[in-house]
T-cell receptor, first 114, second 115 residues
Framework: DQQVKQNSPSLSVQEGRISILNCDYT??????FLWYKKYPAEGPTFLIS?????DKNEDGRFTVFLNKSAKHLSLHIVPSQPGDSAVYFC?????????????FGTGTRLTIIP | EAGVTQFPSHSVIEKGQTVTLRCDPI?????LYWYRRVMGKEIKFLLH????????ESGMPNNRFLAERTGGTYSTLKVQPAELEDSGVYFC?????????????FGPGTRLTVL
């Protein structure tokens, strides 16, 4: 039973355009959501996060949108750059003080075409 | 500041053998997590230490897996005896105790192949 789903295994976007990565979740107890970026042979690197009390969080070229009623979040990257080519993981946690384990999706491989 | 380190980076063993993976968290991080990614699937939680205590080991697949965290510093994950389905990439992550939200810092992973 996968509680965090990334239905697009891959996505190709032209350099300079907007990349939109999507994520759906089923567990209504999740109250904090994160995006991680992963290059080959490296560990996931934290990118951006959002609390369930917000519907948008922006950090430079990266913006995360949260739609709680639809249990959906998305990551927007604009403009997309070649260095953004990586696998992006959506993750969620239910803030249970003392243990905030992350539940991950299967990842979306983003390829930026020069 | 040094990041999370893991050793070895790769390990190839035969079914039935024993393997021990090591993780050194970022200095001062009380929280230490183990995760595993199998065959391009999702990254799955295995267990969580707070200092030297196991806070949650609900993700451990079975009793062939044993995790320890000596003195609340580095951690080891032993698989004994290894089975084919144990192959995958094992990630370690750490975070400070004072952090309100859970932005975990990941190591590069250990790729385990069981033949």
């Amino acid at each position: 039973d996968q509680q965090v789903k990334q239905n697009s295994p891959s996505l190709s976007v032209q350099e300079g355009r907007i990349s939109i990565l999507n994520c759906d979740y089923t567990n209504s107890m999740f109250d904090y959501f994160l995006w991680y970026k992963k290059y080959p042979a490296e560990g996931p690197t934290f990118l951006i996060s959002i609390s369930s009390i917000k519907d948008k969080n922006e950090d430079g070229r990266f913006t995360v949108f949260l739609n709680k009623s639809a249990k959906h979040l998305s990551l927007h990257i604009v403009p997309s750059q070649p260095g953004d080519s990586a696998v992006y993981f959506c993750a969620a946690s239910a803030r249970d003080f003392g243990n905030e384990k992350l539940t991950f999706g299967t990842g979306t491989r983003l390829t930026i075409i020069p | 500041e040094a990041g999370v380190t893991q050793f070895p980076s790769h390990s190839v063993i035969e079914k039935g053998q024993t393997v021990t993976l090591r993780c050194d968290p970022i200095s001062g991080h009380d929280n230490l997590y183990w995760y595993r990614r199998v065959m391009g699937k999702e990254i799955k939680f295995l267990l969580h230490f707070v200092k030297e205590s196991k806070q949650d080991e609900s993700g451990m697949p079975n009793n062939r897996f044993l995790a320890e965290r000596t003195g609340g510093t580095y951690s080891t994950l032993k698989v004994q005896p290894a089975e084919l389905e144990d192959s995958g990439v094992y990630f370690c992550a750490s975070s400070p105790a004072w952090q309100t939200y859970n932005e975990q810092f990941f190591g590069p992973g250990t790729r385990l192949t069981v033949l």
